[in-house]
């Protein structure tokens, strides 16, 4: 499923909240859910804590 702007928005946020502070009170804007954060500072992926909802993967050099 495609993500709206909005949704997108949001991910980018809990993600930003994420590497700053190591957690997010913002929950997936598709479920509901939390958010979990698996990887490294390079490499590493951003998702739902609900299988299969939502997931970014980001990759460094």
Known sequence: MKSTRE???IL???DQ???Q??????????????????GNDTTY?????IPGCTSIT???L
Not at 45 to 49: N, S, W
Request: glycine share 14%; hydrophobic share 30%; with cysteine.
């Open 7 to 9: 949704e997108a928005l």
């Open 21 to 38: 502070h190591g957690k997010t009170n913002l929950k997936c804007p598709r479920c509901g859910g939390g958010f979990a954060y698996d």
């Open 12 to 14: 980018d946020q809990a």
């Open 58 to 60: 980001f990759r460094g």
């Open 17 to 19: 909240e994420i590497k």
């Open 45 to 49: 992926t951003f998702h739902c804590v």
